[in-house]
T-cell receptor, first 110, second 115 residues
Framework: SQQGEEDPQALSIQEGENATMNCSYK?????LQWYRQNSGRGLVHLIL?????REKHSGRLRVTLDTSKKSSSLLITASRAADTASYFC??????????FGEGTQLTVNP | DAGVIQSPRHEVTEMGQEVTLRCKPI?????LFWYRQTMMRGLELLIY????????DSGMPEDRFSAKMPNASFSTLKIQPSEPRDSAVYFC?????????????FGPGTRLLVL
């Protein structure tokens, strides 16, 4: 398995509901980032959480990090149809490399 | 700011042809990354540069792939000769500061199809 695996692979919810995506990784990290990719587009950075942080908020996004369990979660509250996209976690272990997970495909139905 | 610019956006070529992908990073960014995205393998880092110098090319799949960064505002990824299995979306990204510890800004990608 590669560093940074998202769960679930696909998630379908109704507008207004909350969406939770999880990411697990294998080795110690310096930070973990979440990115969003709309279909046919490049990745867009959402939020970065450092290894000494446990929770971070940005608008409707909430990210948690549990280094003891080597896992992170991304919560999108009050989802909108425009949130439909693939969401990737990326881990930085050393140097400048980011290793991306396989992504969670989120569909928000209007 | 225009963001990371990639060209071409789409490329269709025949097996054996040379393909050159181009990237202009965000001005002032000192890290540049080339990624490849496929359904089978996900998003893979191919190579990255710091201050125009290649730092880690361990992700470059074969000698058919080469990348250059002649100056701070331009980089190329070349495939010669191209093969059908090279079909993928190739992304360029740039960042300021220690690359993996800061936000990476992605270009729109080049969708490559090798027939």
């Amino acid at each position: 398995s590669q560093q940074g695996e998202e769960d679930p692979q696909a998630l379908s919810i109704q507008e207004g509901e909350n969406a939770t995506m999880n990411c697990s990784y294998k080795t110690s990290i310096n930070n973990l980032q979440w990115y969003r990719q709309n279909s046919g587009r490049g990745l867009v950075h959402l939020i970065l959480i450092r290894s000494n942080e446990r929770e971070k908020h940005s608008g409707r996004l909430r990210v948690t990090l549990d280094t003891s369990k080597k896992s992170s979660s991304l919560l999108i509250t009050a989802s909108r149809a425009a949130d439909t996209a693939s969401y990737f976690c990326a881990t930085e272990t050393s140097g400048s490399r980011l290793t991306f997970g396989e992504g969670t495909q989120l569909t928000v139905n209007p | 700011d225009a963001g990371v610019i990639q060209s071409p956006r789409h490329e269709v070529t025949e097996m054996g042809q040379e393909v050159t992908l181009r990237c202009k990073p965000i001005s002032g960014h000192d890290y540049l990354f080339w990624y490849r995205q496929t359904m089978m393998r996900g998003l893979e880092l191919l190579i990255y540069f710091n201050n125009n110098v290649p730092i880690d090319d361990s992700g470059m799949p074969e000698d058919r792939f080469s990348a250059k960064m002649p100056n701070a505002s331009f980089s190329t990824l070349k495939i010669q000769p191209s093969e059908p299995r090279d079909s993928a979306v190739y992304f360029c990204a740039s960042s300021h500061g220690t690359g993996g510890r800061e936000t990476q800004y992605f270009g729109p990608g080049t969708r490559l199809l090798v027939l």
